[in-house]
C-alpha cells in the first residue's frame, strides 16, 4: 500500500489543523482497517530493549552515541512497519547510569524532520533539557550533558514544537536509568529479574505501517498495547519476586494496572526513585509519562499459572477489543528466591507545606476554539507564567473543572510531592518524588516543589503530547538569567570523535 507523501499529509494537515500519516484508502474511513483481530494477545515473546554501551568511558564520564533514524521493523508479526527510532530501534536502546557518574549522549540527526531530545526526570541545564525549539536539525547533532544525581527511572523521548506527539508515536522514546549503591544494596530483584516494561498503544494499517492521526486535536490512542515494543507479550517467569520499571510512553492512553489474580502489586518507586517504604495496592493509575517501580511476586502461583496484567478502565481513554490486556507472566519455572522488600526502601525527606513561599494557580482546559491551554494561554517562547527564585519552594496547584480529559502535568527540573488531591490524600502509591501529577477528570492536585538547582528557564505541560503540541505547554524561569536553553545549538555532520 503506498503512503501518501509528507507534502501531501502536511497539505490534509494544514486543513484539519492537525498532522496526518495516514495509508492512502485510510483517510476516511477512520477505524475500519483495525489489526486487532489478527493479534492474539500473549502469543508474542517478551523481550526488553538493549542496552547500550559507551562508545568510550573515562574516570568521571560515560560517552554514547545514539543515531534517530528510519528503520523497518517487524511489530506485527509478518508485517513491516516504518519508525522513526533511535538507533533504528522500538523503543530505543536503554541507558543504564551510575548515579554522581556524568553521561554525554551524541544524539545524531539521520532523520528529515527537525527533533529536540528531553531526558525527562533528570535536573539538566536549560541547554541540555530538550528545549522545544532546540532543534537538531535533519544532518545535525548534538551532545547533551547530564550529571545524574539521583538513581531513578527517566526517559528520553522527543520534545520538537508542535510535533512532539508525531515524533515519540513514530518510536522516538527510551529508558534511562540511573542506580546508585543504597539502591543495589537493598535485597530488592537484581539482573534478571530487574525489568523494564515501556508500555505504549499503537494503531496499524492492515500493511503494518503504524497510523498517525491526531485530527480531532484530543487524544491518538492506539487498539495495540505494545510492551517494550512487543504487542501485548507473554513473559515467562520463575516463581519468585521480580521488579518492573513501568514506564507509560503512550501519547494520550493511560492505564490502570491490575493482576488477573486480584493480588497485589508491590509500589516501590515513583517517578523521581524509590519510595520510603513499599504499598501494596490493587490497581495502579499510570498516567503518560508516570513512572512505578514496582514487585511482583510469582511465589504464590503454581507452576503452569497464567498471571495477566490488565487494563481497567479509566475515563476518557478509547476502548478497543483487548485494550484491557497489557501483557501476561506464565509461571514457568521454580527457582529460590534470595531477593526480599524491605520495609525501609530509603529516607525521603518530604518539603513540609509550612515551607512554600507561595501558592501558584494552574487552570487546565480546553478553549473555546478547540485548544488546550493552561490559565487560558498557549505557548509562546517569549512568555513566562511564574519566577520562582532559585531554592524556593512553591505550591503549584492544578484544577481541571472539566470531565473532558485528564491532564497528566509535568515540570522539568524538579521533583516533587503530591500534597493533596480535591483535598484528600493522593494515593499511597504516589506518595514519592513525582514530576508527572496526574490531574483526573475534575480533579485539582496541589504539589509543593523546591526550585532547584539551576537557574533559567524550564518547559512545564500536561504530557497528553496531544495537548502538549496544541498548546498546553508554557514556561517558569527559576531566579535570574541562567544560561539560555538556545545557547549550545546542535552542529552539522560529519562529528568529531566523541
Ligand atoms: Cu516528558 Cu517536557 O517532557
Ligand atoms: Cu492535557
Redesign the pocket.
Known amino acids: 500500500m503506498k503512503r501518501i507523501s509528507r507534502r501531501e499529509a502536511l497539505k490534509i494537515a494544514a486543513l484539519a489543523g492537525g498532522t496526518i500519516l495516514l495509508p492512502v484508502g485510510l483517510q476516511h474511513r477512520g477505524y475500519a482497517q483495525r489489526v486487532d483481530q489478527t493479534v492474539e494477545p500473549f502469543t508474542l515473546p517478551f523481550r526488553t530493549p538493549p542496552v547500550l554501551n559507551p562508545v568510550r568511558s573515562d574516570s568521571t564520564t560515560d560517552y554514547y552515541q545514539i543515531t534517530m533514524r528510519k528503520a523497518q521493523v517487524e511489530i506485527l508479526p509478518g508485517r513491516t512497519s516504518e519508525i522513526w527510532g533511535y538507533n533504528g530501534i522500538f523503543p530505543g536502546p536503554i541507558i543504564k547510569q551510575s548515579r554522581g557518574r556524568s553521561s554525554i549522549v551524541r544524539f545524531i540527526n539521520n532523520l528529515d524532520v527537525n527533533t529536540s531530545v528531553?531526558l525527562?526526570g533528570m535536573a539538566s541545564s536549560p541547554q541540555y533539557d530538550g528545549y522545544t525549539l532546540d532543534f537538531i536539525a535533519p544532518g545535525y547533532y548534538k551532545d547533551y550533558v547530564y550529571s545524574n544525581p539521583a538513581a531513578a527511572n527517566l526517559w528520553y523521548?522527543d520534545?520538537g514544537l508542535a510535533q512532539t506527539a508525531r515524533n515519540v508515536y513514530m518510536g522516538l522514546a527510551g529508558m534511562y536509568i540511573v542506580q546508585d549503591q543504597e539502591e543495589l544494596a537493598l535485597p530488592l530483584p537484581k539482573g534478571n529479574y530487574d525489568i523494564p516494561l515501556i508500555i505504549q498503544d499503537r494503531q496499524f494499517a492492515s500493511d503494518g505501517s503504524l497510523v498517525f492521526d491526531n485530527r480531532n486535536q484530543t487524544s491518538v490512542m492506539g487498539d495495540v498495547v505494545t510492551v517494550n515494543g512487543v504487542p501485548w507479550p507473554r513473559m515467562e517467569v520463575a516463581n519468585r519476586k521480580y521488579r518492573f520499571r513501568v514506564l507509560n510512553a503512550s501519547i494520550s492512553r493511560s492505564y490502570r494496572l491490575a493482576l488477573s489474580t486480584g493480588d497485589d502489586l508491590i509500589v516501590i518507586g515513583t517517578d523521581g526513585g524509590l519510595m520510603s517504604a513499599p504499598v501494596n495496592t490493587q490497581d495502579i493509575r499510570l498516567a503518560m509519562?508516570e513512572r512505578y517501580d514496582l514487585i511482583i511476586d510469582f511465589s504464590k502461583y503454581a507452576l503452569g499459572t497464567r498471571v495477566e496484567l490488565r487494563n481497567l478502565p479509566l475515563p476518557n481513554n478509547v476502548v478497543f477489543n483487548n485494550i484491557d490486556k497489557i501483557m501476561c507472566f506464565d509461571v514457568v519455572r521454580s527457582e529460590t528466591d534470595d531477593s526480599l522488600v524491605p520495609s525501609t526502601l530509603r529516607n525521603i525527606q518530604f518539603i513540609p507545606e509550612s515551607t512554600a513561599v507561595r501558592t501558584r494557580d494552574f487552570t487546565v482546559q480546553q478553549r473555546a476554539d478547540g485548544v488546550w491551554v493552561i490559565n487560558g494561554n498557549g505557548w509562546d517562547r517569549n512568555r513566562v507564567d511564574a519566577n520562582p527564585q532559585l531554592e524556593e519552594v512553591e505550591i503549584w496547584r492544578f484544577t481541571n473543572t472539566a470531565n473532558l480529559s485528564f491532564h497528566p502535568m509535568?515540570l522539568?527540573l524538579i521533583d516533587a510531592h503530591i500534597l493533596d488531591r480535591n483535598g484528600q490524600p493522593p494515593f499511597a502509591y504516589e506518595r514519592g518524588w513525582k514530576d508527572v501529577f496526574y490531574v483526573g477528570e475534575n480533579e485539582t492536585v496541589r504539589m509543593i516543589g523546591k526550585f532547584r538547582p539551576f537557574r533559567g528557564q524550564f518547559?512545564y505541560?500536561c504530557?497528553n503530547m496531544v495537548h502538549e503540541d496544541r498548546d498546553m505547554m508554557s514556561q517558569f524561569q527559576v531566579g535570574q538569567g541562567g544560561i539560555d536553553p538556545m545557547s549550545a545549538p546542535a552542529r552539522p555532520l560529519p562529528a568529531p570523535r566523541l
Open positions: 528531553h525527562h523521548h520534545h509519562a509535568h522539568h518547559m505541560h504530557h
